[in-house]
């Protein structure tokens, strides 16, 4: 087996440009440059789960067709377990593993352990590891006992969990994930979530793309946010969370607001913005702040003889701090 | 009256385009120049090195006229299966216009391709083979072009009902487009394939038709081959008809929700 | 190199599965080359058996061709139906590697279509062929069989990049059957024509299959193996710098993923 050059990360990306060229029209044909990725830096550490967040159309499957060898650059470096991507895709592709969402990608007239195998022989695994291997894939991927059934008949989660155990087949150090979970029903795409989270306890690097905010939160050790081929921010999910500086949110419902008790609401230190909104029938008062607990003691006095209810106050979500990212760097 | 006749020769253009969205310009002349020249000079040079130079332009002409089977098989297929694609046929079904005239109206647009791919055939070879229509009985040819492009297509519209329950009816259609080569005297008469498939190949559409228009390259009078188009006619007719009975069958059960797993 | 034979072996073997269950590849070697079989046997024997050999044997020979060059761009265009075109691309297999294993199950596929068309050339027209000589006939099929495996490795290539290259090639088909004169000689075309037909090495290897099944032929049959073998080389040096093309080509344009 070769050796790894040194690397500190498992994936370095510096200054990386994809352009896709096409060409359009039938008769007249017209070049159109589309800026996939507009120069993107990233360092993903060894064993850390790293999830690639943005809109669709951002550059997220190009980002990992890139990295996964599948696509040329325009310019930048991309390295993965310190090999180029560009000229060491053999090196590469050795150690790496990757899974497409969706349900194309394996042969359905075939069954899921044939798949497996003509994969195993392709990523040239010696027999008797490969034999080995499969079983424990597909015992962990929860597919044992069907494994002679042909694809075509398994369900959208089987046919994930079988992409997730071909991806897997290499044992490799990295494994890239374009939006593992889409299609799947939530207790599946929990249950797959959680075979992750499981897979990078392990020690394996994981490079997961995703539109869904809450997948992010629950199981990345660090999120970037893509937008336009351009990452627009890049952390923890909390410290994301914390960019968009409100950490709290407080709702409540009411039959009737007057605009000088919105106004007095408004006028408080930690709150930066009041929202209403009609439901049914009544007006939902939302207010980002600060301090959702400091907010709540004051409401009775605030709203002194009006009837509120229902109450709440919770924690902004990823989701929160996401769709203000996208808005804001419009 | 002009603005509906501008609505259809619209309608027909869009179905032409939809047709070949598939192909590239260049794939497109590769289907519709290319295969149709080899096709001639193949058969052609075959059958002189078979029979002489003398009888090259019998297979030329055979060759050119079964070229509109190419439309009028293909073709109405792909139009059928398009509307299919685009969710198209329920309006089609649902609207209160003439069904039996909606059906055929979805093959127009392949017998007029039809038609224009035999007189290319022609056109290559009267330029390769010396094809000379001088004592030709044009009009009579003209008709025999338009009734075979109709009856292939009546032909057509069977496998477009078949091609809505039956998932592979695109090879069925294959394996007759193939045997129509065989079986009409295109390359060499009816008369020697053996009886059985005699009895075949005058159940098929373009036999009677083949025949009746090389009778008018050589200058027969309508009169003549009369009994031969009314054959041809009627055949394709039978054809189109089965297809049409199918359809409304197959109507009748989407009706009843028996045709979505079909899709 | 154990692991990439076991890699070629596995393709094949694959790829023969997938190919049972597929209708197309009934068409193609049993429905198509019957037909062709049909009509060249009813032409050529219209006049006389002296000419037979090209209807016994030519069916079978389109049928092999169109199989073996056929069935491996079909199959690289389900791939890419599939999605899984990108995925055989993405492994530390070479794509040649698999390739091989895909046309040489085709070939095999394809050598099954003078099953059905030599049988009915005997069954249907009692034609036989009692000049063959055995030897030859084995080698020269065995140089035909060459001359298909290297250009379908080469084009396949091709059709993974493009998917209107097959659609052009199809188009071509008939062309292609005249060029190599699979039906007839090549001496029946159009004098200008004829240098493209010896430039393709199916052509000589075709000469030599019918010289080594017609009673009176002579000829230098030997002189034809080495010139189908010689092109056929020189295809494989051409088509090594087409794989280098379509692995960049692929690799700037992400065409392999587009169903
Ligand atoms: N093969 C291609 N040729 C041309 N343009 C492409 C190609 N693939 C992607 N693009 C374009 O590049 C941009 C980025 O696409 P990409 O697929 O990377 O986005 P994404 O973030 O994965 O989106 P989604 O969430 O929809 O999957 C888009 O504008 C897309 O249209
Ligand atoms: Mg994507």
Same mark, same amino acid.
């Given at each position: ?37 507009? /120069? ?13 967040? /943005? ?132 207790? /599946? ?110 409401? /009775? ?30 | ?263 | ?259």
């Amino acid at each position: 087996m070769p050796s790894d050059p040194p690397f500190r990360h498992a994936i370095e990306v510096a200054d990386l440009r994809k352009v896709y060229t096409t060409t359009r029209g039938t008769f007249r044909r017209t070049k159109v440059e589309n800026v996939a990725l507009a /120069g993107i830096d990233l360092a993903i550490a060894p064993g850390e789960l790293f999830g690639l967040l /943005g809109p669709n159309g951002a550059g997220k499957t190009t980002t990992v067709k890139v990295l996964t060898t599948l696509l040329l650059p325009t310019s930048g470096t991309a390295r993965v377990l310190g090999h180029d991507v560009v000229s060491a895709t053999g090196d590469v592709r050795r150690r790496i593993g990757f899974v497409f969402g969706g349900e194309r990608g394996l042969y359905w007239r075939l069954s899921g352990y044939d798949n497996l195998r003509y994969f195993a022989d392709l990523y040239r695994i010696p027999p008797q590891v490969s034999k080995r291997r499969i079983g424990e894939l597909l015992e962990v991927l929860g597919l044992a006992g069907r494994e002679h059934d042909k694809v075509e008949g398994y369900s959208r989660g089987m046919k994930q969990r079988l992409h997730l155990a071909r991806g897997l087949l290499n044992d490799p150090d990295v494994l890239f994930l374009d939006e593992p979970t889409i299609g799947l029903d939530p207790v /599946g795409a929990r249950d797959l979530r959680v075979l992750i989270r499981g897979l990078a306890d392990h020690g394996k690097t994981i490079f997961l793309t995703t539109h869904y905010m809450f997948e992010a939160d629950a199981i990345c050790d660090r999120v970037a946010v893509i937008k336009k081929g351009r990452i627009v921010a890049e952390g923890t999910p909390s410290s994301i969370k914390q960019l968009v500086g409100d950490i709290g949110v407080v709702e409540f419902e009411v039959d009737t607001i007057s605009q000088e008790d919105i106004e007095r609401l408004q006028g408080l230190d930690t709150v930066s913005s009041v929202v209403v909104t009609e439901r049914e029938l009544a007006l939902v008062v939302t207010i980002h702040c600060a301090q959702p607990a400091e907010v709540m003691t004051q409401l /009775g006095r605030l709203l002194d003889g009006i009837a509120f209810r229902r109450v709440s106050a919770r924690e902004a979500t990823l989701e929160d701090a996401y769709v203000e990212l996208i808005g804001e760097a419009s | 009256m002009t603005q509906s006749l501008a609505a259809f020769a619209r309608s027909t253009w869009l179905q032409y385009v939809a047709l070949f969205q598939w192909a590239t310009p260049l794939g497109y002349f590769a289907y519709k120049v290319v295969l149709p020249v080899t096709q001639i000079v193949f058969f052609v040079q075959l059958g002189v090195f078979a029979t002489g130079p003398g009888n090259a332009l019998y297979f030329a002409l055979g060759n050119s006229l079964q070229l509109t089977a190419n439309s009028g098989i293909f073709g109405v297929i792909a139009t059928v299966s398009n509307e299919r694609q685009y969710g198209t046929l329920p309006l089609l079904l649902g609207s209160p216009a003439n069904r039996l005239l909606t059906f055929m109206s979805r093959s127009f647009v392949n017998v007029l391709d039809g038609i224009v791919s035999v007189v290319f055939g022609l056109v290559v070879t009267a330029i390769l083979y010396g094809l000379d229509l001088r004592t030709a009985n044009l009009p009579l040819l003209g008709l025999c072009i338009v009734v075979i492009s109709i009856t292939t297509a009546g032909l057509g519209l069977l496998f477009g009902s078949l091609g809505l329950v039956m998932r592979d009816s695109i090879i069925v259609a294959n394996v007759v487009y193939y045997g129509l080569l065989i079986l009409c005297g295109i390359n060499f008469p009816v008369s020697r394939l053996p009886d059985a498939l005699q009895v075949v190949a005058y159940s098929l559409p373009l036999t009677r038709g083949v025949m009746a228009a090389r009778e008018a390259v050589a200058g027969a009078a309508f009169g003549q081959v009369a009994g031969l188009l009314a054959g041809e006619l009627l055949v394709g007719a039978v054809y189109a008809g089965l297809g049409y009975a199918l359809f409304r069958l197959l109507e009748g059960w989407a009706r009843r929700g028996g045709l979505q797993e079909a899709y | 190199m154990r692991s990439l034979i076991r890699a070629a072996w596995r393709s094949f073997e694959m790829s023969t599965r997938l190919r049972v269950v597929s209708p197309w590849a009934y068409l193609n070697w049993l429905v198509f080359p019957v037909i062709f079989a049909a009509i060249g046997l009813f032409v050529l024997t219209s006049s006389g058996y002296a000419r037979v050999a090209y209807g016994v044997l030519g069916g079978g020979v389109i049928g092999f061709w169109s199989v073996t060059y056929l069935d491996g761009g079909n199959s690289i265009q389900e791939e890419r139906w599939n999605g899984t075109l990108e995925q055989i691309f993405a492994v530390p297999t070479p794509l040649v590697v698999i390739v091989i294993g895909k046309i040489l199950g085709s070939l095999l596929l394809g050598l099954l279509a003078f099953i059905p068309t030599v049988g009915l050339a005997y069954f249907g027209f009692h034609a036989v062929l009692p000049a063959l000589d055995p030897l030859r006939f084995a080698v020269s099929l065995g140089v035909l069989s060459f001359s298909f495996f290297i250009i379908a490795v080469a084009l396949t290539p091709l059709f993974a990049i493009s998917r209107s290259a097959f659609t052009v090639l199809n188009g071509l088909e008939l062309g292609v059957y005249g060029l190599c004169g699979f039906m007839f000689p090549v001496s029946q075309l159009p004098q200008w024509l004829q240098p493209i037909s010896y430039a393709l090495s199916p052509t000589w290897a075709t000469r030599a299959l019918y010289a080594s099944a017609t009673p009176s032929a002579s000829g230098d049959i030997a002189g034809w193996w080495l010139a189908s073998i010689g092109l056929s080389a020189l295809y494989l040096v051409v088509s090594v710098a087409l794989y280098r093309f379509v692995e960049v080509r692929a690799r700037v344009s992400g065409e392999l993923a587009l169903a």
